[in-house]
């Protein structure tokens, strides 16, 4: 263990005998039964009543696993393009991260100032379950979560990025020109999460603690009161509670088939747009995810001159970032040009970009301020009154003095606004 390290854990100690944190913290141990036990303890109540997710009937099987992470061509054609979880294990080895976000101190001394969001969980009601997100530093969060049930899980701000590993697998090729949003997961404990699903393939990467995923096909997110996105999309939640299942009132999901995986340090997971995987997390957990919009073709240039075992995550340009603990267009600058591309992503490898798709994405990237035309008025600026999708060959074609229009629309909420990263100045160990 290094110096630095050795004196973080000291004053990492000694802070927390100054505040005086009243509570417990809560269970750090990461032995739990995976997949859990199935057995009827009465022939009158069917299997899993009242228990987690996956006490309701044996899992399939384990998702597939390999050894290391693969080039970029293998990785989309083997299973990218074919819509296949995957395991790959040692998947990211190198990076500062790796290391020197073992300890909490390190965080809070380099980035304690930077808001990030936080998901509180609110409330259980019947069968559901209710979270909110919150704004807050990244200080008050590390003080807090290994008391409180909170879990951090933001898009990574820029801030963060150069000590973060940017994955082979994704870093170069059409999927370099895809990536839509890196997420930075941390909690403490046994946590749980929704049953859930993304419009995007999702990379998932752990850095510290462990992590078990159930996955599940999208055809049987109807057995799980699914809400969608949008229509059409694959993207969603269950708002069932995910650690007391009713097996009486919900009972297709005792004939739901499921496959499982644990992940360790190291260890990266593919799952494709449109699965539906439910993860648990226990000790100090950590995870980065990276999604990605299904492509509708793939080259790989540029990927020979990207072998290197560790690229910082800032090499890569997403859609989306978190800007002040906001969700933001990455570009607040855009032009008729790069307007097009950012269409024709959403897009992903749909044939056309329909109306809803582009209304979810248009509000989310306009939340930021309640002056701004709506989002059908966008779209028809886009496509005629009576179409409700523009085509491949529709987006391609449309005018730059059209897309230069629709473009001063999304630039106007930044306008005035500078962008500069506040990081946390100090001294040197």
């Known amino acids: 263990?290094?110096?630095?390290?050795?004196?973080?854990?000291?004053?990492?100690?000694?802070?927390?005998?100054?505040?005086?944190?009243?509570?417990?913290?809560?269970?750090?141990?990461?032995?739990?039964?995976?997949?859990?036990?199935?057995?009827?303890?009465?022939?009158?109540?069917?299997?899993?009543?009242?228990?987690?997710?996956?006490?309701?009937?044996?899992?399939?099987?384990?998702?597939?696993?390999?050894?290391?992470?693969?080039?970029?061509?293998?990785?989309?054609?083997?299973?990218?393009?074919?819509?296949?979880?995957?395991?790959?294990?040692?998947?990211?080895?190198?990076?500062?991260?790796?290391?020197?976000?073992?300890i909490d101190d390190y965080l809070q001394f380099k980035y304690g100032k930077v808001n990030m969001s936080v998901t509180v969980k609110v409330m259980r009601r019947k069968d559901e379950i209710q979270t909110a997100p919150q704004v807050m530093k990244l200080k008050k969060f590390l003080l807090d979560y290994m008391y409180e049930d909170w879990y951090l899980a933001s898009t990574v701000p820029e801030e963060m990025m150069e000590e973060l590993p940017f994955p082979k697998c994704v870093r170069c090729g059409t999927i370099s020109q895809y990536l839509q949003e890196a997420e930075l997961w941390m909690s403490s404990g046994g946590t749980s999460s929704r049953l859930h699903s993304h419009d995007d393939h999702n990379l998932h990467c752990v850095l510290f603690g462990r992590r078990d995923f159930i996955l599940m096909e999208g055809q049987f997110k109807h057995n799980f009161n699914y809400q969608i996105d949008f229509d059409g999309a694959l993207g969603g939640h269950s708002k069932l509670d995910m650690e007391m299942i009713n097996s009486f009132k919900f009972k297709n999901i005792l004939m739901t088939p499921w496959t499982y995986s644990t992940l360790y340090p190291g260890d990266c997971i593919l799952v494709p747009a449109g699965y539906l995987h439910q993860v648990r997390s226990y000790g100090r957990s950590m995870s980065l995810t990276v999604l990605f919009a299904p492509v509708p073709s793939f080259n790989d240039d540029g990927c020979q001159l990207m072998e290197e075992e560790f690229r910082p995550l800032n090499e890569a340009t997403f859609t989306w970032t978190l800007f002040e603990g906001q969700r933001l267009l990455s570009n607040w600058e855009l032009d008729a040009e790069s307007l097009r591309q950012l269409l024709l992503v959403q897009m992903g490898s749909r044939s056309?970009?329909?109306?809803?798709?582009?209304?979810?994405?248009?509000?989310?990237?306009?939340?930021?301020?309640?002056?701004?035309?709506?989002?059908?008025?966008?779209?028809?600026?886009?496509?005629?009154?009576?179409?409700?999708?523009?085509?491949?060959?529709?987006?391609?074609?449309?005018?730059?003095?059209?897309?230069?229009?629709?473009?001063?629309?999304?630039?106007?909420p930044h306008a005035g606004k500078k962008r500069e990263l506040h990081r946390r100045e100090h001294d040197e160990f």
């Open 352 to 412: 056309s970009l329909s109306y809803p798709k582009f209304a979810h994405f248009y509000g989310e990237a306009m939340n930021i301020t309640s002056e701004k035309p709506t989002g059908e008025e966008v779209f028809h600026m886009l496509a005629p009154p009576d179409k409700m999708e523009l085509s491949r060959a529709d987006v391609t074609s449309l005018s730059a003095e059209t897309l230069q229009k629709v473009a001063a629309i999304f630039n106007a």
């Open 1 to 102: 263990m290094s110096s630095i390290i050795k004196v973080l854990i000291m004053a990492a100690m000694v802070f927390e005998v100054a505040q005086g944190k009243i509570g417990f913290v809560k269970d750090q141990s990461m032995d739990a039964t995976f997949p859990p036990p199935v057995f009827r303890q009465d022939p009158s109540i069917p299997e899993g009543h009242l228990r987690p997710l996956g006490w309701q009937r044996r899992p399939d099987g384990k998702v597939k696993e390999v050894e290391e992470m693969p080039n970029t061509r293998e990785f989309y054609e083997d299973y990218v393009r074919v819509s296949k979880p995957i395991v790959f294990r040692n998947g990211i080895t190198e990076g500062p991260a790796l290391t020197l976000w073992e």
